[in-house]
């Protein structure tokens, strides 16, 4: 099953408006088809499919942005609620077990050599 809900997933505004236009066009080639008119006559049509898609596709970006704090917050929310672990909570294991070393011959240099005596 899909766990994707639709209103968590990004909106596609450049998908959106894109299609919008086209719609718009193909409306106005229609309506002129159906009324035997020429381009022309149809002229003031193309600049409002252009604005309203423009509005459409403005307020579509506003819902976006805001649906992106939303969820930012939420998970800023959950990100600090899995931090909050108390010093309780939390166990320090000390090592038990001391891994031995192996014999360096007396040409290396060794770094942070410790006195066992």
Do not use: C, Y
Request: glycine content about 6%; overall charge negative.
């Amino acid at each position: 099953m899909n766990d994707n809900n639709s209103s968590n997933r990004p909106l596609g505004v450049v998908h959106l408006v894109f299609g919008l236009v086209f719609s718009g066009i193909a409306a106005i080639w229609w309506i002129g088809e159906a009324n035997d008119k020429d381009v022309s006559d149809l002229a003031a049509g193309f600049p409002v499919v252009l604005i309203g898609a423009g509005i459409i596709g403005l307020a579509a970006s506003v819902v976006n942005q805001r649906r992106a704090k939303e969820r930012l917050a939420a998970a800023r929310a959950a990100a600090v609620e899995a931090s909050e672990v108390t010093a309780a909570e939390t166990e320090v294991v000390e090592p038990t077990q001391t891994i031995p070393t192996q014999a360096v011959p007396d040409d290396t240099l060794v770094i942070n050599e410790k006195d066992e005596s």
